[in-house]
T-cell receptor, first 114, second 111 residues
Framework: DTEVTQTPKHLVMGMTNKKSLKCEQH?????MYWYKQKAKKPPELMFV???????INESVPSRFSPECPNSSLLNLHLHALQPEDSALYLCASSQDYTSGYEQYFGPGTRLTVT | GQNIDQPTEMTATEGAIVQINCTYQTSGFNGLFWYQQHAGEAPTFLSY????GLEEKGRFSSFLSRSKGYSYLLLKELQMKDSASYLCAVRGDTGFQKLVFGTGTRLLVSP
């Protein structure tokens, strides 16, 4: 099983809503990532969890709050988002956060903030 | 700083060979990845280079020259399904060695 799953596939939310994105992998990977991708742009790293601990926060606004409940799950809690936060949110995982290990990406959640 | 350059768009014909170049200037170097991304889908891993030279995987090959800060992805016997964006991503060797993606090259394969 080389699959990373993400739910929901699509999400529309208002600026006052609170929602969560979910990501799951069962490959035994110990590093998990959140990326944001705008149309026709490359993925931009938001957060990295290594062994269930937050290792990198790329100066992401606090309206995005990551959580890693266990080694297989990664959540991204959203609150008071802005329309410019509309994007494809990609989750990825890799065996470890060291060189040589490719990242496996999930299909993404397409988020629209109204 | 990190700077990774790729051509924005390329076109090629089915059955042909195409080379997609990537040049980089990064804070250290600890590996280069190529990913394929079809529109609206997740990136999928194609290749990894950390030493100079050519890595071959079926119709896809990737080359690296660390001294020149240069890599290319070579696609042979192009098929229509190869129409996608190709992302070059470089891993630095400082800090937490994060992966930085280039802007991507959109490849259009025509009949």
């Amino acid at each position: 099983d080389t699959e990373v799953t993400q739910t929901p596939k699509h999400l529309v939310m208002g600026m006052t809503n609170k929602k969560s994105l979910k990501c799951e992998q069962h490959m035994g990977h110990r590093a998990m990532y959140w990326y944001k991708q705008k149309a026709k742009k490359p993925p931009e790293l938001m957060f990295v969890y290594s062994y269930e601990k937050l290792s990198i926060n790329e100066s992401v606004p606090s309206r995005f709050s990551p959580e890693c409940p266990n080694s297989s799950l990664l959540n991204l809690h959203l609150h008071a988002l802005q329309p410019e936060d509309s994007a494809l949110y990609l989750c990825a995982s890799s065996q470890d956060y060291t060189s040589g290990y490719e990242q496996y990406f999930g299909p993404g959640t397409r988020l629209t903030v109204t | 700083g990190q700077n990774i350059d790729q051509p924005t768009e390329m076109t090629a014909t089915e059955g042909a060979i195409v080379q997609i170049n990537c040049t980089y200037q990064t804070s250290g170097f600890n590996g280069l990845f190529w990913y394929q991304q079809h529109a609206g889908e997740a990136p999928t891993f194609l290749s990894y280079n950390v030493l100079d030279g050519l890595e071959e995987k079926g119709r896809f090959s990737s080359f690296l020259s660390r001294s020149k800060g240069y890599s290319y992805l070579l696609l042979k016997e192009l098929q229509m399904k190869d129409s996608a964006s190709y992302l070059c991503a470089v891993r630095g060797d400082t800090g937490f060695q994060k992966l930085v993606f280039g802007t991507g090259t959109r490849l259009l394969v025509s009949p």
